[in-house]
């Protein structure tokens, strides 16, 4: 990683965090989807995205395979790459907080540390992991892009519960049971927890 240049000074915006929330009549939020590959994730965190847009809602989701192809174009699956790919996910997730949306992301981010780390990017409350608990049993079952296949074969190397570890979370703040939990009552998991923190009010929402 490039050295950040001591020639670059931060500058404070007219318009804040709080007036772009108060235009888009919410607060803005990370969530951040978190499990093994074929956990359900995208899945969710689109599920996600399409109930609050059609409640007027700001969003965006971040998903893993979109960011491979623009922005973390040039990293590979490795440790370090890994790392780095969440670091460049987790600013920019900040940055999309700063401007008022709820953002979501559905990337594995497999290690504890690299998702704490961009935790203490924001502040307190403002990040929320969310745990899509999926045995890996039933996400190889499931093998949607023929990935653990290929990693059975030695094909994909450093592949996610295979050739890597998967350290679960210790206190995430949600917890979806995707192999057990229809993928409506995972939404309304989601939903219920932002209502419950005050981060969307409850006449915003389509019935």
């Known amino acids: 990683m490039t050295k950040k240049s001591s020639n670059t000074v931060w500058h404070n915006a007219t318009i804040t965090r709080t007036d772009r929330e108060r235009l888009h009549r919410h607060k803005s939020v990370i969530l951040w989807f978190t499990g093994l590959s074929g956990s359900g994730k995208?899945?969710?965190a689109h599920a996600v995205e399409d109930y609050l847009h059609r409640s007027e809602c700001s969003t965006f989701v971040l998903d893993?395979?979109?960011?491979?192809h623009g922005l973390c174009s040039d990293l590979g699956f490795n440790d370090e790459d890994r790392i780095e790919n969440i670091r460049r996910i987790g600013e920019l997730a900040k940055l999309m907080v700063?401007?008022?949306v709820i953002t979501l992301t559905a990337f594995i981010s497999p290690f504890r540390?690299?998702?704490s780390a961009a935790r203490k990017l924001v502040?307190?409350?403002d990040f929320i992991?969310?745990?899509c608990q999926c045995p890996l049993q039933t996400c190889e079952e499931r093998d949607?892009?023929?990935?653990y296949k290929k990693a059975r074969e030695g094909k994909i190397p450093f592949f996610t519960g295979i050739g890597s570890p998967y350290e679960e979370p210790e206190r995430p703040e949600l917890i979806v049971n995707t192999h057990q939990q229809s993928l409506d009552e995972c939404v309304q998991s989601v939903i219920n927890l932002l209502l419950s923190r005050g981060l969307?009010?409850?006449n915003l929402l389509v019935k």
């Open 98 to 100: 700063e401007a008022g």
């Open 123 to 125: 502040p307190h409350g």
């Open 129 to 131: 992991e969310i745990y």
């Open 42 to 44: 995208s899945t969710l």
């Open 113 to 115: 540390s690299d998702r």
């Open 64 to 68: 893993g395979d979109n960011v491979r």
């Open 144 to 147: 949607v892009k023929g990935l």
């Open 200 to 202: 969307i009010s409850q």
